[in-house]
């Protein structure tokens, strides 16, 4: 079974959720994350002082194991699950918002049971992909090889994708995978990285150099390959058909991250 992470912005996302608690339900709820110990109960703090509180006992350590009625989780999941309990479908609000932003963002979608209407979390994606693992992983590299410069592209990106600016996580996302292979090519061979006049001839190299894969079509002379198939998609403005702007988004997110990890494994580990 799929252990469930989740990023730092979806976890404060959920903590916000929690200001719809009275004080007492939020006591409550504080019993049930086996916080107690940490966060006061009352009327001593306001319900919003005491979701800093949460958020920041939970980030300390999201991979705390607590005991629910729904068996073992971590905390991080358990405090997620607390939060979508309190989502109403068809309702907009800006907390609820964020956090439906965030699991998406993480690989996960709300369902609604047809009997009781309950709503229930799930796993959108696969359990190899773990998109916050991805995440996690992807930044660790980045910084790791000292692409600073890619670094911050992915960082806009994810942020504009947060405030739901689906034209400016759009543009980082294709500006982080841009630079993240001319990082690449300069990393494989500088020399030759610097005598290329464009990003796009600094990938041909990569082929050249056996980094990009042609017997998988990763790279071909004919320009129908996966690279280039992956820009042009990630060139276009609009939605794709059938999707909005916002599950477009989302989807170039998971695919340029999981992407991203491919061949920054490739570049660091040889695989």
Not at 122 to 134: F, G, H, N, Q
């Amino acid at each position: 079974m799929r252990t469930a992470a989740f990023t730092r912005p979806t976890i404060i996302a959920a903590a916000e959720m929690l200001e719809r608690h009275t004080q007492a339900s939020f006591d409550t709820m504080i019993l049930r994350l086996a916080l107690e110990g940490e966060i006061p109960d009352g009327t001593g703090l306001s319900v919003p002082k005491k979701l800093g509180m949460v958020a920041r006992a939970v980030l300390a350590r999201p991979d705390h194991v607590v005991h629910t009625l729904d068996g073992s989780a971590t905390l991080a999941e358990a405090l997620v699950r607390e939060a979508v309990a309190l989502v109403r479908p068809h309702f907009t609000w800006p907390q609820q918002t964020a956090l439906l932003r965030g699991l998406a963002r993480d690989g996960y979608v709300l369902e609604e049971d047809e009997d009781t209407h309950a709503i229930r979390l799930r796993a959108a994606l696969p359990e190899k992909i773990a998109l916050p693992e991805t995440d996690d992983e992807v930044r660790g590299l980045l910084r790791q090889l000292g692409f600073q410069i890619s670094a911050g592209h992915l960082d806009q990106a994810i942020e504009a994708h947060t405030r739901g600016d689906w034209a400016a996580a759009n543009a980082q996302l294709r500006t982080f995978f841009e630079s993240l292979f001319d990082a690449i090519a300069f990393a494989v061979d500088h020399a030759t990285a610097s005598g290329c006049a464009t990003s796009e001839s600094r990938r041909a190299m990569l082929a050249g150099k056996r980094f990009l894969a042609t017997d998988r079509n990763e790279w071909t002379q004919d320009g129908k390959n996966f690279i280039n198939g992956l820009f042009k998609m990630l060139h276009t403005d609009g939605s794709h058909p059938g999707l909005s702007d916002e599950d477009h988004s989302t989807f170039r997110l998971h695919l340029v991250l999981v992407s991203a990890r491919a061949f920054l494994r490739r570049l660091t580990y040889g695989q």
